[in-house]
């Protein structure tokens, strides 16, 4: 039986048959969301079998089971997952077209095939040859893993029961069809229905289930998001495209942190895992220039050094510019601000730019002293000296605010030989020797340790 959708507004829940540009009832633009009634039957099995006969019953009596864990066999892609992936839980991996989400997980399915783990690589975008040629150049052992080429959830479904895999992947969601239901792949409620079918698998079964999700760029595409709330576990693949470098992170875990990130390079070959990824960015370091300057941000639990730079332009007319890629535009501006209010700089008729090296994303406001650190010596035209780091909050007052770890962030610069460290005031848990490290309470204390 087929199942009709309907078209509800999300603004108003007024609902149509058919989709329309305009809501009839409170007139606003393309509110209208397909949506589909979840039949019954679905809806129970979103629990465990015995859920409704349960008792309650105090904590301590319940002995929690020690989880397995199946290892990807990927260093950097257990470490996202708390050590592995738990059998029967429902992974989601999202990520924007081309990212390399069928590349990580083809390369963990030969993996655990190759460790005894029957694996079933399931794609509904790439024939069985394109599969098998993509592995032939990760350079894998090939021949233990199943792969089949298909898009209706049911023979899918049929076919992993018949073979019995401990791992199925599913490339990708959006191209999965449950003829149940009367509406195109890809839709918001083939993607739900699908997905909650795969749950029911999993749960049922103890395979644990690996889906791909496409993201659009502004991340929020009816798909992989309205997923979120059912699985267990939810995997973002980020990176730009014209950089190699890739950086998975969880934004849940039913079964660990949401702090880790594993940090990838694509190359010819494949995915490669990047050993020490705290000097990724620093290699082609531009040489005593004025404007650049080196910051230690967080990825998960380690830092990573950035080069921040800035570019001041005399304003050839009319308002300045201020341009940022890679570092939040709000916090530029608010920097630029407080350099003119609280250091008396004058950049009104001066256009302005920020650019963080390497198609990194700084979105952590420890970054706020570099960059007004660049912002300054781009102005007077001074270099910061090579072997400086610094890393700080700033505050509307121009005072300098702690951030979270900065022993860690110390250490990896030590490592990577820097002498002077410009960090906020605060009491540190470890004691270094050799470097100088200057502990500031303001902006301009800061700026006078720099220039
Ligand atoms: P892919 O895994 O197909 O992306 P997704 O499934 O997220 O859409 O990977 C896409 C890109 O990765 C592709 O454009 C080419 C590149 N790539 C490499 O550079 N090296 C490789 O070994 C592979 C398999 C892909
Ligand atoms: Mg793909």
């Known amino acids: 039986m087929k199942v009709r959708t309907k078209f509800v507004c999300q603004n108003c829940g007024h609902e149509e048959p058919k989709w329309l540009g305009k809501c009839p009832a409170c007139g606003k633009w393309d509110t209208l969301v397909e949506e589909v009634p979840v039949p019954e039957k679905l809806q129970e099995t979103y629990l465990p079998e015995n859920a409704n006969k349960a008792v309650p019953k105090p904590l301590s009596t319940i002995v929690e089971k020690d989880t397995e864990r199946l290892s990807t066999g990927i260093r950097e892609f257990d470490r996202v997952l708390g050590g592995g992936v738990v059998p029967g839980s429902l992974i989601l991996l999202g990520g924007t077209p081309g990212i390399g989400k069928s590349t990580i997980l083809l390369d963990a399915g030969m993996k655990f095939a190759n460790r005894g783990i029957t694996t079933l690589y ?7 040859e394109q599969t098998a040629l ?12 199943l792969v089949m080429t298909a898009t209706d959830l049911d023979g899918i479904l049929t076919q992993a029961s018949r073979v019995g895999p401990r791992v199925l992947v599913i490339d990708s969601i959006q191209t999965m069809y449950n003829s149940e239901i009367d509406s195109a792949a890809g839709s918001v409620a083939q993607v739900r229905e699908c997905t909650a079918k795969l749950l029911q698998f999993a749960k049922t079964t103890g395979i644990a289930v690996l889906i791909i999700g496409h993201v659009t760029k502004d991340g929020n595409i009816a798909g992989p998001r309205l997923l979120e709330h059912m699985v267990d576990v939810v995997l973002q693949f980020e990176g730009d495209r014209s950089y190699s470098f890739r950086i998975l992170r969880a934004l849940k875990n039913r079964f660990g ?23 990724l960015f620093l290699e082609n370091r531009s040489e005593n220039v004025s404007g650049s300057v080196i910051t230690a941000c967080m990825e998960g639990n380690r830092p990573i050094m950035v080069e921040v730079q800035a570019l001041v332009a005399r304003t050839p007319f009319g308002l300045p510019r201020r341009t940022s890629v890679g570092f939040d535009f709000n916090r530029l501006n608010m920097l630029v601000a407080i350099l003119e209010r609280r250091l008396g700089m004058d950049y009104s008729a001066l256009d302005a730019y920020i650019n963080v090296v390497g198609g990194m994303k700084v979105n952590e406001p420890a970054a706020d002293l570099a960059v007004a650190a660049a912002l300054v ?3 007077k035209n001074m270099s910061v000296p090579r072997d400086v780091l610094l890393f700080g909050e700033v505050g509307l007052t121009g005072e300098v605010r702690r951030v979270g770890a900065p022993e860690r962030r110390i250490a990896d610069g030590i490592n990577l030989g820097f002498k002077k460290f410009i960090i906020p005031r605060g009491k540190l848990t470890q004691k270094f020797t050799g470097v100088e490290i200057v502990q500031v309470g303001t902006l301009a204390e800061a700026m006078q340790q720099v220039f």
């Open 122 to 128: 399931v794609s509904g975008e790439e024939s069985e």
């Open 134 to 145: 993509r592995a032939k150049r990760l350079g894998g052992r090939t021949d233990k893993l």
């Open 257 to 279: 942190t949401t702090g880790e990130s594993g940090i990838f390079s694509m190359e010819a070959n494949g995915l490669v895992q990047v050993d020490n990824p705290a000097g």
């Open 377 to 379: 010596s781009a102005h």
